[in-house]
T-cell receptor, first 115, second 115 residues
């Protein structure tokens, strides 16, 4: 498997524009997580899905952020409208449910810059 | 809620030396996992080592070992015979054993190995 695939790797956009980040989890994984990494707040969980259903979106900062998972192999994180403070690295991760531990595999992240 | 604290923002050692990174956490859970992740300049999040809280024996992976003190809620990472390739950000992370497999991260320690 190619691992968790995120696109784009880098995104530069102007304030007010809509931004869509994409993620393809590892095949067979039924958990998908979106994390955001900033200097100030470190790595924080935004939202996670189980079997394509959003389970916990309490980390989503504002209504400007939305996430979807239309099928088991694709998820998006959308910011509309974007603001400079949204500049960060956004990671997608996936894991497989089990009765014990299951490793979370991370994508390479999308570095978003809002100017 | 769980919190993870890494009190050393930056550390620097000479190649071949041993270095210890500190991590403390707070939780009311009794069963959980603790992790150390490495993030090199490529941004990829790489799992270094995992500890299961119900196991008293400290985990070891080649040059990497942990000192897990459950009562003190302390989880330090020791890197022996450090190599230039160990230069990276290191994150301590917590995950409950039951329920959602979401990770709570510390702020990270930037480790530099000097030649």
């Amino acid at each position: 498997d190619a691992g968790v695939i995120q696109s784009p790797r880098h995104e530069v956009t102007e304030m007010g524009q809509e931004v869509t980040l994409r993620c393809k989890p590892i095949s067979g994984h039924d958990y998908l997580f979106w994390y955001r990494q900033t200097m100030m707040r470190g790595l924080e969980l935004l939202i996670y899905f189980n079997n394509n259903v959003p389970i916990d979106d309490s980390g989503m900062p504002e209504d400007r952020f939305s996430a979807k998972m239309p099928n088991a192999s694709f998820s998006t994180l959308k910011i509309q409208p974007s603001e400079p403070r949204d500049s960060a690295v956004y990671f997608c991760a996936s894991s497989q449910s089990s009765t014990g531990y299951s490793e979370a595999f991370f994508g390479q992240g999308t570095r978003l810059t809002v100017v | 809620a769980q919190t993870v604290t890494q009190s050393q923002p930056e550390m620097s050692v000479q190649e071949a030396e041993t270095v210890t990174l500190s991590c403390t956490y707070d939780t009311s859970e009794n069963n959980y996992y603790l992790f150390w992740y490495k993030q090199p300049p490529s941004r990829q999040m790489i799992l270094v080592i995992r500890q299961e809280a119900y196991k008293q024996q400290n985990a070891t992976e080649n040059r990497f070992s942990v000192n897990f003190q459950k009562a003190a809620k302390s989880f330090s990472l020791k890197i022996s015979d450090s190599q230039l390739g160990d230069t990276a950000m290191y994150f301590c992370a917590f995950m409950k054993r039951q329920g959602a497999q979401k990770l709570v991260f510390g702020q990270g320690t930037r480790l530099t190995i000097n030649p």
